[in-house]
């Protein structure tokens, strides 16, 4: 018989043990992870694109699916996307829950029209008589040396869509959480993942757990401005963050995470923080999201602000092949403190 010390003591490991319960994955096997997790819940999830079947995917986030749920769950299609983003279309009309694999993003321009006319109108166009609860997903962004063709940020092509949601991972935490509240809604929505952001491994919950599609995460609390930011610069704006520190200043740092709609609640309590906003992108800068972010501060939060909205995104060119030239494109840490630096003076 138990004590009552040794009953306290029971509680507290039990508690520890529901609180810190985790397991490290990188970030493609979260997604793997939450993918697998939803295929088992319903039946009507299925996977689709090219080579997302027995070879697992172009970045492995398919990885033992087709073994574990069969060929007809997991469907390796032929080099028309297109062809199989209809498909995926089609199937959420019936009542599946497709995903629809990119192998990579920039080759989703050749589904646009699926995408736009289809998938983001169809609920509307019909009455509300069909819903499309299909994930579209894949890797985008610069890479290291993929060259123009593959390192498009399709962002500000579907931004404009009606009818879509937008979200961006940036960590394995998130990446897993989005998949799995993606596949449960009710509305078609785009996952941006990042290619060089798959290796990148954390510990996250062993229980179920999902992310809001349409929540801002805080990174980190500051004071003196609000630096907006999503997937890959992420990592950027926090390398840039600690030199920031060391130089007196307090930056808030916050993921937006929802690409569309925008979590304003999250933003508009920053900007009434701070008063001062710093939108950092890998996007580029005519049309992107950033040009979309500013609108919104500036209709919702304008007298709120102390200084004009800067905006760092990446050059209108297309993305160079040689390395050095590639880098010069995107973002880089410093620039976002000397823009920090210029909007605090």
């Given at each position: 018989?138990?004590?009552?010390?040794?009953?306290?003591l029971s509680g507290i490991y039990l508690t520890r043990y529901i609180l810190y319960s985790r397991h490290e994955l990188?970030?493609?096997?979260?997604?793997?992870?939450?993918?697998?997790?939803?295929?088992?819940?319903?039946?009507?999830?299925?996977?689709?694109?090219?080579?997302?079947?027995?070879?697992?995917?172009?970045?492995?986030?398919?990885?033992?699916?087709?073994?574990?749920?069969?060929?007809?769950?997991?469907?390796?299609?032929?080099?028309?996307?297109?062809?199989?983003?209809?498909?995926?279309?089609?199937?959420?009309?019936?009542?599946?829950?497709p995903v629809v694999e990119g192998m990579n993003m920039g080759f989703l321009l050749l589904a646009f029209n699926q995408?736009?006319?289809?998938?983001?109108?169809?609920?509307?166009?019909?009455?509300?008589?069909?819903?499309?609860?299909?994930?579209?997903?894949?890797?985008?962004?610069?890479?290291?040396?993929?060259?123009?063709?593959?390192?498009?940020?399709?962002?500000?092509?579907?931004?404009?869509?009606?009818?879509?949601?937008?979200?961006?991972?940036?960590?394995?935490?998130?990446?897993?959480?989005?998949?799995?509240?993606?596949?449960?809604?009710?509305?078609?929505?785009?996952?941006?993942?990042?290619?060089?952001?798959?290796?990148?491994?954390?510990?996250?919950?062993?229980?179920?757990?999902?992310?809001?599609?349409?929540?801002?995460?805080?990174?980190?609390?500051?004071?003196?401005?609000?630096?907006?930011?999503?997937?890959?610069?992420?990592?950027?704006?926090?390398?840039?963050?600690?030199?920031?520190?060391?130089?007196?200043?307090?930056?808030?740092?916050?993921?937006?995470?929802?690409?569309?709609?925008?979590?304003?609640?999250?933003?508009?309590?920053?900007?009434?923080?701070?008063?001062?906003?710093?939108?950092?992108?890998?996007?580029?800068?005519?049309?992107?999201?950033?040009?979309?972010?500013?609108?919104?501060?500036?209709?919702?939060?304008?007298?709120?602000?102390?200084?004009?909205?800067?905006?760092?995104?990446?050059?209108?060119?297309?993305?160079?092949?040689?390395?050095?030239?590639?880098?010069?494109?995107?973002?880089?840490?410093?620039?976002?403190?000397?823009?920090?630096?210029?909007?605090?003076?």
């Amino acid at each position: 018989m138990l004590t009552p010390f040794q009953y306290l003591l029971s509680g507290i490991y039990l508690t520890r043990y529901i609180l810190y319960s985790r397991h490290e994955l990188l970030l493609f096997e979260a997604l793997q992870e939450g993918l697998e997790e939803e295929m088992e819940r319903d039946l009507r999830v299925c996977v689709m694109g090219e080579d997302v079947g027995h070879y697992g995917g172009s970045y492995k986030v398919t990885k033992g699916l087709a073994k574990k749920f069969g060929d007809l769950r997991v469907l390796d299609t032929p080099i028309a996307e297109n062809s199989f983003t209809g498909m995926g279309i089609g199937a959420a009309m019936t009542g599946l829950r497709p995903v629809v694999e990119g192998m990579n993003m920039g080759f989703l321009l050749l589904a646009f029209n699926q995408i736009s006319n289809n998938c983001g109108m169809l609920h509307y166009t019909s009455g509300g008589q069909f819903t499309i609860p299909i994930v579209i997903r894949g890797p985008g962004g610069v890479g290291r040396q993929l060259g123009a063709e593959h390192s498009q940020r399709l962002e500000s092509y579907f931004q404009s869509i009606p009818g879509i949601q937008m979200v961006a991972c940036s960590t394995p935490y998130n990446a897993k959480g989005l998949m799995k509240a993606a596949i449960r809604s009710e509305n078609p929505v785009i996952l941006f993942e990042h290619v060089l952001l798959y290796n990148l491994k954390e510990r996250i919950p062993d229980e179920d757990y999902i992310c809001n599609l349409e929540e801002a995460e805080m990174v980190r609390p500051g004071e003196n401005v609000t630096i907006l930011t999503y997937s890959r610069m992420r990592y950027h704006v926090m390398q840039a963050a600690k030199t920031l520190v060391n130089k007196g200043y307090d930056p808030e740092v916050i993921d937006i995470r929802s690409l569309k709609p925008f979590d304003l609640y999250t933003i508009g309590n920053s900007v009434k923080k701070t008063h001062r906003v710093l939108i950092v992108e890998e996007c580029m800068r005519t049309g992107g999201i950033g040009a979309s972010l500013i609108a919104a501060i500036t209709e919702n939060f304008n007298d709120y602000l102390d200084a004009p909205i800067m905006c760092l995104s990446s050059q209108d060119v297309p993305t160079p092949y040689a390395g050095t030239l590639e880098e010069v494109t995107v973002v880089q840490p410093a620039q976002i403190v000397t823009a920090v630096e210029q909007l605090c003076q």
